[in-house]
C-alpha cells in the first residue's frame, strides 16, 4: 500500500513492479489510478499465475535482473518492492519461493535489483523503491549515478521510535539536492492499547481510503 500510495503515476502512463509477486502493490496502485498500464515480472510461475487472477495486469514470468526482452523498454514509472535482507542474515524462510523474494541471492544482490529499476524508467520517469532502513546507505549509492532529485521518506510505526523502512523516490534526468522528509507516523500514541484501530490519519488515507501520498 505504501509503495502503491508514493508512486506519481496518472492515468495512461506505464508502470512495472519488479517482481511482483502476487499483484498486491500493483493492484493497489491501479485501484487508486484507474487507467495505468501495469506490466509486471515475476520469476515464480505460480505465484506469476495468482498475480494474473488477481487483476487485469499483463504478468511475464522471469527474472527482474535479467528481463525477458519485452521488458527491455522505457516505462513512465518504476516501482519496486525488492528483496529485503541480505545474504545469509536472519532465518531460512521454510518455503523457497518466499525466501527468493525476501533476501538477495548474495553479496551485491540489492544493487542489481536496484539497477535493473532504474534502466527500466525513461527519461523523466520516476523510480519509487520500498526497503528496510539499515539498506538506505545502498540506495543512495545505487539510485545517485542513473537518478536525481532523490527524495527519502522514512516510515514508523510511532512517533519518537525510529524509522523501520524507508521509501525512496529519484527522477531519470533530472538534478537537485536530496530530500529527507518528515517520516510518515503509522500509529497513534506510544504504544499498542487495546483492539482497535489506532492508524494516524495519514496511514489511515493510505491505507483505508486508497489514496496518494506524493514525495514531492
Same mark, same amino acid.
Given at each position: 500500500?505504501?509503495?502503491?500510495? #508514493?508512486?506519481? *503515476? ?20 491501479? @485501484?487508486? &489510478?484507474?487507467?495505468?498500464?501495469? #506490466?509486471? /515480472?515475476?520469476?515464480?510461475?505460480? /505465484?506469476? =499465475?495468482?498475480? $494474473? ?5 499483463? /504478468? ?9 526482452? &519485452? ?18 542474515? @536472519?532465518? #531460512? ?10 533476501? +538477495?541471492?548474495?553479496? !551485491?544482490?540489492? !544493487?542489481?535489483?536496484?539497477?535493473? *529499476? ?8 520516476? /523510480? ?5 532502513? +539499515? $539498506? %538506505?546507505? +545502498?540506495?543512495? &549509492?545505487?539510485?545517485?549515478?542513473? %537518478? !536525481?532529485? %532523490?527524495?527519502? %521518506?522514512?516510515? #514508523?510505526?510511532?512517533? @519518537? ?6 521509501? &525512496?523516490?529519484?527522477?531519470? @534526468? $533530472? ?36 489514496? =496518494?501520498?506524493?514525495?514531492?
Amino acid at each position: 500500500m505504501l509503495l502503491a500510495a #508514493t508512486c506519481p *503515476a496518472r492515468a495512461g502512463e506505464t508502470v512495472p513492479d519488479m517482481g511482483c509477486g502476487v499483484g498486491a502493490a500493483m493492484y493497489c496502485l491501479a @485501484g487508486r &489510478v484507474p487507467g495505468v498500464h501495469l #506490466t509486471d /515480472v515475476e520469476l515464480e510461475p505460480w /505465484v506469476a =499465475a495468482l498475480a $494474473r487472477r488477481n487483476g487485469e495486469a499483463d /504478468v511475464v514470468e522471469g527474472d527482474a535482473l535479467c528481463l525477458p526482452p &519485452v521488458l527491455r523498454r522505457s516505462f513512465d514509472h518504476v516501482i519496486c518492492n525488492s528483496p529485503y535482507f541480505t545474504a545469509g542474515a @536472519g532465518r #531460512t524462510a521454510s518455503r523457497p519461493a518466499r525466501e527468493a523474494a525476501m533476501r +538477495e541471492d548474495g553479496p !551485491g544482490g540489492f !544493487g542489481k535489483w536496484l539497477d535493473a *529499476a532504474a534502466r527500466r524508467a525513461g527519461r523523466k520517469g520516476s /523510480v519509487t523503491v520500498i526497503a528496510r532502513a +539499515e $539498506r %538506505l546507505q +545502498e540506495m543512495i &549509492v545505487s539510485l545517485s549515478p542513473r %537518478l !536525481g532529485h %532523490l527524495v527519502i %521518506l522514512p516510515i #514508523t510505526s510511532r512517533a @519518537g521510535q525510529e524509522a523501520h523502512r524507508v521509501v &525512496v523516490q529519484g527522477i531519470k @534526468g $533530472r538534478r537537485a539536492p536530496l530530500r529527507l522528509l518528515a517520516p510518515l507516523i503509522l500509529h497513534e500514541g506510544a504504544m499498542h492499547d487495546g483492539d482497535r484501530d489506532n492508524h494516524t490519519v495519514a496511514a489511515q488515507q493510505i491505507l483505508r481510503d486508497g489514496r =496518494a501520498f506524493s514525495l514531492a
